[in-house]
């Protein structure tokens, strides 16, 4: 069980015993048990540290002086009278305590105090008229007696205030429920005291039932303490809506206030005096005014909150743009004014980097910085707003200048950008569109498409909308479901292979795997097409599978009789799956193919645009499959990217050397850097293979240069299984 709870059951028992033995409240018993509840919760504030710390340790100080003032009257009995000014001090100890916690929560605003001092003076009038009058009614008693219980009246009415402040802004738990209980003891323990002595039923001696109340306060108070919760207690105020008026508290109030009145001048009627219905006559009368105040504000605060919810419906909450939803409603009202509207979709390009390497809150400082420029390009009359993550629109009514906004805004953008103390550099793809569209919808898509052709241009451009790029769309989407539907049922794609030759002798040396794609309708769809439609789907992993399955099961007896290997291109997808180099290891068990017998080609680019983490877990799967007698070639090598670097670090076997290089391989300046290209392949002991070759001059030069291999036009063009085989056969027949 845990250690407050025991010390909860034990110090309650404790308690119990020690008012029935001592109902005077002193005693070497009383303050040992009060002392000991000191103890505990000392240990709790120094075991869990909770904060703000001054707050705990100022009600703990209310226990200790309680403690020390009764070990002082109990040891001198005499001192009893001056020392029940100890007693005194626990309220301010307590009181500064509570509203120090009740800051912490929730600031002290207005209309905070303004509840505060409602609570305050409805409890007072109560107080007045059956506790403060009568005492001060009562004769024989002393200036400093009167005094006291009036202090200890006053203090009670403070502190109870605040204490309804913090019991309803704590969020609910254990620690906090004990916290605001042992508050609560302290005060009705003090109020049943003060009634008791000024209706007569205690004099000078505490009953039982207030002895047990003040260890109650000590004990629980301590229990908070040593509750692990205690930690929490400030750190957090529960959730409430803080316009919300105590309708039903101000009526009770409100009613309240002369129904004491009338009581109060009841019970007085006989006695000729009136001065004692000042005081509540009074109170009623401040109790209104501030009643009025209070309602008048939260009237204020309702109407501003309602202003504030209607602003963030339509409002980006980040940036302050239009929303999404605002957007469509202000572009419909534009279209529906037949006057024509502007449209720019804007795209960060590379954002998502940005997330991923530094941060969603430097992401956030990034679009605070791009939503400012925004705003210094938008005129008077256009809509900025925010369409989600990265995506802003601008709806604007200058037609003729919307060209020129476009542009400002693709270069604005793409100035330097500071956060956190780094230069970041970023450019932006903008989609244009004017006209008068006949929906929403229509707009965004028209928008939408320019958008998509501005980041297939290249990016950090702006682009109109041409109604080409709907055509081209549909043609896209009809493909896409093409693909799905054939990759579903099998059917329409076919593995044709290119041979590679031996440019000294001609024969094939391998054969390269080529992914063939038919439409419905019978027409062949060129691999530049369907190839980067299959990526954007997702389709290209089960393809590439496939066809690797295909070539390694179709190559098994090329290798057995001919000793040929068979290359397949490998997507960027397939190389970021983890399950990637098991895959490709499960294919060549089930179809018998050696592994030196395969030959897995990857593109220069899909290793550009690849992190560091993403490189280096690529160059641990292709060392896996190397180890298997997997070779690993680089497609397109000197495409733009080239890096020596690559082919440093990882494990490369094929250097296949693009087309652009072939094709002006016979002029002489170009043939030197081929030769410097087929030199650096050798020096890393890499096999080099040209690609391309279509005319008997560049095979010559390849000769001459000594690239052993080539594939091109001018030597086979890809060809299905069995054309491949009876060529294989017919080589094998023909003379050396």
């Known amino acids: 069980m845990r250690i407050w709870l025991w010390f909860l059951a034990c110090a309650a028992v404790a308690s119990a015993a020690t008012a029935a033995a001592h109902p005077e409240g002193f005693g070497a018993v009383w303050v040992t048990v009060q002392a000991a509840c000191f103890v505990a919760a000392v240990i709790g504030l120094r075991r869990h540290r909770p904060g703000p710390a001054a707050v705990y340790w100022l009600l703990v100080a209310g226990v200790g002086t309680s403690t020390v003032t009764t070990a002082v009257m109990t040891a001198a009995p005499a001192l009893r009278p001056a020392g029940e000014a100890g007693y005194l001090l626990c309220y301010p100890l307590t009181g500064v305590a509570l509203w120090l916690l009740a800051r912490r929560l929730r600031p ?42 009036t202090g200890i009246a006053v203090c009670d009415l403070l502190v109870v205030s605040i204490l309804l402040r913090v019991a309803f802004a ?76 105590p309708i039903g508290g101000f009526i009770a109030l409100a009613v309240l206030g002369p129904a004491v009145l009338i009581a109060d001048i009841a019970l007085h009627r006989g006695t000729g005096a009136w001065s004692h219905a000042l005081v509540p006559a009074v109170l009623t009368a401040a109790l209104m005014v501030l009643m009025v105040l209070r309602l008048g504000g939260a009237l204020r605060e309702r109407t501003s909150l309602q202003r504030e919810l209607a602003f963030r419906a339509q409002h980006d909450a980040l940036t302050g743009l239009a929303n999404r939803e605002e957007f469509r409603t202000r572009l419909q009202a534009g279209i529906a004014a037949e006057a024509g509207i502007g449209l720019l979709i804007v795209d960060l390009d590379g954002f998502k980097d940005v997330n991923d390497t530094l941060g969603h809150p430097a992401g956030d400082e990034l679009l605070l910085q791009a939503t400012a420029r925004l705003r210094a390009i938008a005129g008077p009359g256009d809509l900025l707003a925010r369409l989600g993550g990265d995506e802003f629109a601008v709806v604007s009514p200058d037609l003729a200048g919307l060209d020129a906004l476009a542009a400002r805004c693709v270069a604005d953008l793409a100035c330097p950008y500071l956060v956190d103390g780094r230069e970041l550099r970023l ?100 691999p530049v097409r369907f190839v980067p439609v299959a990526e954007e789907t997702g389709l290209i992993c089960r393809l590439g599978a496939w066809v690797l399955e295909r070539a390694c099961a179709d190559a098994r007896a090329w290798h057995a009789a001919h000793g040929i290997s068979v290359t397949v291109n490998v997507s960027g997808r397939q190389l970021r799956d983890p399950s990637f180099a098991d895959d490709v290891l499960a294919t060549l068990k089930r179809t018998g193919l050696p592994g030196a017998a395969l030959v897995l080609e990857i ?49 490369i076997d094929v250097l296949k050397i693009d087309r652009a290089f072939v094709a002006r391989v016979a002029d002489r300046q170009e043939k030197a850097l081929f030769r410097a290209v087929v ?30 291999h080539a594939q091109g036009f001018l030597f086979a063009r890809p060809m299905p299984a069995p054309a491949l085989q009876a060529v294989l056969t017919a080589q094998l027949t023909a003379a050396p």
């Open 108 to 149: 002290w605003s207005s209309t905070r105090l303004l509840d505060a001092a409602i609570a305050l003076i409805g409890m007072a009038q109560p107080a007045w008229a059956f506790v403060l009058y009568p005492l001060l009614s009562r004769s024989g008693l002393d200036q400093s007696t009167i005094v006291g219980v």
């Open 603 to 651: 593109t220069e680019t899909v290793l550009v645009t690849a992190t560091v983490e993403e490189t280096a877990a690529v160059s641990r799967r292709l060392a896996r499959l190397r180890a298997h007698g997997i070779r690993i070639a680089i497609d397109d090598f000197g495409t733009g990217y080239s890096s020596l670097a690559y082919l440093r670090t990882l494990p």
């Open 679 to 708: 030199e650096l392949a050798r020096s890393m002991y890499l096999q080099p293979v040209a690609e391309g070759v279509e005319t008997e001059q560049q095979a010559a030069a390849l000769r001459e240069l000594d690239c052993g």
């Open 170 to 245: 704590v969020r609910p738990g254990v620690a906090s429920g004990l916290l605001v209980a042992s508050t609560a003891a302290m005060l009705l323990t003090d109020a049943g005291y003060v009634i008791m002595y000024v209706w007569g039923r205690g004099g000078a001696v505490v009953s039982s039932v207030t002895s047990v109340g003040w260890l109650t306060w000590s004990f629980l108070l301590a229990a908070a303490c040593l509750h692990p919760g205690i930690r929490d207690v400030g750190e957090g105020a529960r959730t409430t809506d803080e316009s919300a008026t």
């Open 427 to 526: 450019t932006a793809s903008v989609g244009v569109y004017s006209g008068s569209p006949a929906s929403t919808g229509e707009a965004l898509q028209s928008a939408d498409l320019a958008l998509y052709a501005a980041k297939e241009a290249g990016r950090n451009r702006a682009e109109r909308y041409d109604p080409k790029l709907r055509a081209a769309h549909l043609a896209h989407a009809a493909l896409a479901d093409q693909l799905r539907a054939a990759v579903d049922g099998a059917a329409g794609f076919a593995v044709h292979y290119q041979p590679v030759v031996d440019v000294h002798t001609g024969r094939i040396a391998a054969v390269e795997a080529l992914l063939r794609f038919t439409a419905p309708d019978g027409s062949a769809v060129s």
